[in-house]
């Protein structure tokens, strides 16, 4: 082996072995279930479990409030809508990486027989957007949310 092909060789060894240094030095990047953060109503900032409640109370009162969607909520009793919240809470925090375990029933047999149309999810989606904006979620979660939660359509819509 010459001597350029010795030179080349150990910075090559060098330069390999800095890459591997620092990839294992690097910091995974944080959950978004982490990146979720919103400013409650007295301006204290909230993270976890807490901004994702107050962002699914917003989402709730929405679909509430929307006629696209509402006959399937209004007529929901208070601890119903409690509970629907806390599940929805629950099961948004677990997919996002977060230490929460849904424990509700899965979305194929919660919606079967419910007959939910495409514009009723569009709806749906839409609400929920509307929650994600009012709580300045930044562009980047909000499309990495929509992302996990939109796969559930088919387990939802048309039932």
Same mark, same amino acid.
């Given at each position: 082996?010459? *001597?350029?092909? *010795?030179? @080349?060789?150990?910075? @090559? ?9 620092a990839c294992a030095t690097m910091e995974p990047?944080?959950?978004? $279930?982490?990146? /979720? #953060? !919103?400013? %409650? ?5 909230? +993270?976890? &479990? ?9 989402? !709730?009162?929405?679909? !509430?409030?929307?006629? *696209?969607?509402?006959?399937?909520? #209004? @007529? /929901? ?10 599940? /929805? ?12 375990? $849904?424990?509700? &029933? ?12 495409? +514009?009723?999810?569009?709806? #749906? !989606? ?6 994600? %904006? ?8 909000? @499309? ?14 048309? &039932?």
């Amino acid at each position: 082996m010459t *001597r350029g092909h *010795r030179i @080349s060789r150990s910075l @090559s060894l060098l330069l390999l072995s800095g890459i591997v240094s620092a990839c294992a030095t690097m910091e995974p990047a944080p959950s978004l $279930y982490k990146r /979720l #953060t !919103v400013v %409650d109503a007295t301006g204290t900032p909230q +993270a976890g &479990r807490a901004a994702i409640a107050l962002m699914v109370d917003d989402f !709730v009162a929405n679909l !509430v409030a929307d006629p *696209r969607v509402n006959r399937r909520f #209004t @007529s /929901l009793p208070g601890p119903a809508l409690t509970k629907l919240k806390s599940n /929805l809470a629950d099961q948004i925090c677990e997919a996002t990486g977060g230490p929460c375990a $849904y424990v509700g &029933r899965d979305m194929k047999t919660t919606h079967t027989g419910m007959g939910i149309t495409e +514009a009723e999810w569009n709806a #749906t !989606v839409e609400d929920l957007v509307k929650a994600l %904006d009012k709580h300045k979620i930044g562009a980047k979660e909000k @499309s990495e949310l929509l992302g996990i939660l939109g796969p559930m359509k088919g387990e939802i819509a048309g &039932r």
